[in-house]
Nanobody
Framework: VQLQASGGGLVQPGGSLRLACQASGSGLRINGMGWARQAPGKQRELVATITSGGRTNYVNSVKGRFTISRDNAKNTLYLQMNSLKPEDTAVYYC???????????????WGQGTQVTVSS
């Protein structure tokens, strides 16, 4: 599956952004999806995940501020980010676990990343 992330940009502290990740592919089923971020000089960090059934999980640092959601009909993943802080500045990547129909092996794909900068 190919993933195309969008929606990043420059925002002031306390502001909001909504990221989107469009998945494309055929003959497959997308299972869990998620968003990760990587700040300069730091390791990539998984910040939010969502199962195909809609169950969500968040890293503690974004709980109460970020909301992950998905539209399975549109094969699109979202991340609503509110009350943004300078420490949220990073490149944000979407990922998806998927299987081809009739196959048991679970593949994982990553999008190209979108820059989020929180600064006054």
């Amino acid at each position: 599956v190919q993933l195309q992330a969008s929606g990043g940009g420059l925002v002031q502290p306390g502001g909001s952004l909504r990221l989107a990740c469009q998945a494309s592919g055929s003959g497959l089923r997308i299972n869990g999806m998620g968003w990760a971020r990587q700040a300069p000089g730091k390791q990539r960090e998984l910040v939010a995940t969502i199962t195909s059934g809609g169950r969500t999980n968040y890293v503690n640092s974004v709980k109460g501020r970020f909301t992950i959601s998905r539209d399975n009909a549109k094969n699109t993943l979202y991340l609503q980010m509110n009350s943004l802080k300078p420490e949220d500045t990073a490149v944000y990547y979407c990922n998806a676990d998927y299987q081809y129909y009739g196959r048991s092996y679970v593949h994982q794909s990553w999008g190209q990343g979108t820059q989020v900068t929180v600064s006054s």
